[in-house]
C-alpha cells in the first residue's frame, strides 16, 4: 500500500490550493479516505472524510464551506481543494486509509499559509 500526497506549498491568506493523494497497491474504489493535518506543537486532527463511492463526504467544523474532499476512482486519486485559506490551516497535510485490520498513512505535504 502507498499513498503519495502532492500539492502543498506556500499561499497568501486568501488563497486556494488542491491536493492529491495517489493511492495503490489496493482497491481505491473500496475504501472510505481521510485527509488529516497537523500543526507543530499539536495533534493529528481530522480534516475531511469521503466515502468509497465519494457520495457522502464529513468536514471538520474548521473547514466546512472552506475546503472539498472528492476522489477520483478511475485514476485512484484522492483531492482536496482548499479555498479561503488561513494562516491557521498552516500544517502538514496526510492522506489515510482504513483496511480493515491495517491503517495507512502517506508522507504527507506541507501547507503553509502566510503573507
Known amino acids: 500500500v502507498q499513498l503519495v500526497e502532492s500539492g502543498g506549498g506556500q499561499v497568501q491568506p486568501g488563497g486556494s490550493l488542491r491536493l492529491s493523494c495517489a493511492a495503490s497497491?489496493?482497491?481505491?474504489?473500496?475504501?472510505?479516505m481521510r485527509w488529516y493535518r497537523q500543526a507543530p506543537g499539536t495533534v493529528r486532527e481530522l480534516v475531511a472524510r469521503?466515502?468509497?463511492?465519494?457520495?457522502?463526504?464529513n468536514y471538520a467544523d474548521s473547514v466546512k464551506g472552506r475546503f472539498t474532499i472528492s476522489r477520483d476512482n478511475a485514476k485512484n486519486t484522492l483531492y482536496l481543494q482548499m479555498n479561503s485559506l488561513k494562516p491557521e490551516d498552516t500544517a502538514v497535510y496526510y492522506c489515510?486509509?482504513?483496511?480493515?485490520?491495517?491503517?495507512?498513512w502517506g508522507q504527507g505535504t506541507q501547507v503553509t499559509v502566510s503573507s
Open positions: 489515510y486509509v482504513y483496511l480493515g485490520s491495517n491503517t495507512y
Open positions: 469521503i466515502g468509497s463511492t465519494g457520495s457522502s463526504t
Open positions: 497497491g489496493f482497491t481505491f474504489s473500496m475504501y472510505g
